[in-house]
């Protein structure tokens, strides 16, 4: 399990690219230094991988994470690019710059790293984060490497004294040279929306695009997808804590359980038959989006244990149980860090 574990430091070098993307391959979390901050990385298209993440961090909500790639080749294999977004990418990448695009239907990112949304936060790191994505061959999602709720990590030690014992590894390449998270920023029809201020300006990006680039302010919703109360609401109703089924129900359960009436359910999908959180993280989207259709008009949730993901899991089970909510209203916060 994820505590307890022994966490190596290894020093930047061919060695520490190879052991960075095997233990990543594996489906191991690997700390590894870019220009902005320490980022605590996993195979974007691993979900048990990517849940892991919000366990070791013991985030309580599933935010949508950076999707990080070599190049803009293998960006454009997730996400599509207009015009803007290209001029972007040709002149900040390598570097401290996030791009939110939408994303390709086809692409491999698993759904926890986007937070169900339909685009995806993508940036190419310089140095060593590029070495290693190259060699796993595939994008690495990856938020600062601290506990939640503490500081962006700058240097191993900071990345060791938060998180050992919950990681496999930490890359050692020195501090950070920027030593401040990338600038996010969403192109938009004629605008540009500055998601969270960073190393890149926004005056900077308004020159080069000559459009203008504007602050959300918090009414406009959009950006703060984890935030928002009904974030992925199904069509249907919710109902949570369900210890019966009413006939029709859709459930989803966790755990094998069975419930009392359950031979009358519509369709039943179990987050974890084993009873594993990570798993069932992994699965959570999946099935939310599975239910999300007209024609279903109840879905049952039997009660997920709070402990560890349970906390992320059942948080984000509340917001889909959250009455629909007109999206330019529901909004309480705005895209950070
Ligand atoms: O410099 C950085 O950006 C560092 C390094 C490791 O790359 N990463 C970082 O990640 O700061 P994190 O998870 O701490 O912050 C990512 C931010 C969050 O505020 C999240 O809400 C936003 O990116 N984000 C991710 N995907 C998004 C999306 N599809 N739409 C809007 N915001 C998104
Ligand atoms: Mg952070």
Not at 92 to 116: C, D, I, K, Q
Not at 124 to 144: F, H, N
Not at 164 to 181: N, T
Not at 182 to 191: C, F, L, M
Request: with cysteine; net charge neutral; proline share 7%.
């Amino acid at each position: 399990k994820v505590q307890g574990m022994m966490t190596r430091t290894i020093s930047a070098g061919p060695t520490a690219v190879a052991e960075a993307a095997s233990s990543l391959t594996a489906g191991n979390l690997v700390a590894i230094p870019t220009e902005t901050v320490y980022g605590l990385a996993a195979d974007a298209t691993n979900g048990a991988a990517v849940a892991a993440i919000f366990e070791a961090k013991g985030r309580p909500h599933f935010n949508p994470l950076i999707s990080h790639v070599d190049s803009l080749a293998m960006a454009r294999r997730i996400v599509v690019f207009d015009e803007v977004a290209t001029l972007l990418a040709e002149r900040y990448w390598p570097g401290p710059l996030t791009l939110v695009l939408p994303a390709r239907p086809e692409a491999a990112v698993h759904p926890l790293v986007s937070g169900g949304l339909s685009t995806l936060a993508v940036r190419a790191p310089r140095g060593i984060a590029a070495e290693i994505i190259t060699a796993l061959g595939r994008p690495v999602a990856a938020p600062s490497a601290n506990p939640s709720g503490r500081v962006s990590p700058t240097t191993a030690a900071h990345v060791v004294h938060g998180l050992s014992g919950r990681i496999d590894l930490v890359v050692d390449g020195g501090p950070c040279s920027v030593g401040l998270e990338s600038t996010i920023v969403a192109p938009e029809v004629g605008r540009i929306a500055l998601l969270r201020a960073g190393a890149i300006t926004a005056e900077e990006i308004a020159a080069l695009t000559g459009l203008p680039v504007v602050r959300p302010d918090e009414n406009e919703a959009i950006r703060a997808p984890g935030q928002m109360k009904s974030h992925y609401a199904p069509a249907g109703a919710v109902r949570l804590e369900a210890r019966s089924v009413r006939p029709g129900d859709h459930l989803i359960k966790f755990g094998g359980a069975v419930l009392e009436g359950e031979e009358g359910a519509a369709a039943v999908i179990d987050l974890s038959p084993a009873g594993d959180l990570r798993e069932a993280a992994a699965n959570l989207f999946a099935a939310l989006s599975a239910f999300d259709r007209s024609d279903i008009a109840r879905i049952a949730v039997s009660p997920i244990p709070q402990s560890g993901l349970g906390e992320a899991i059942n948080d984000r089970l509340r917001r889909a149980a959250a009455p629909r909510q007109d999206a330019s209203t529901s909004a309480v916060g705005s895209a950070r860090a």
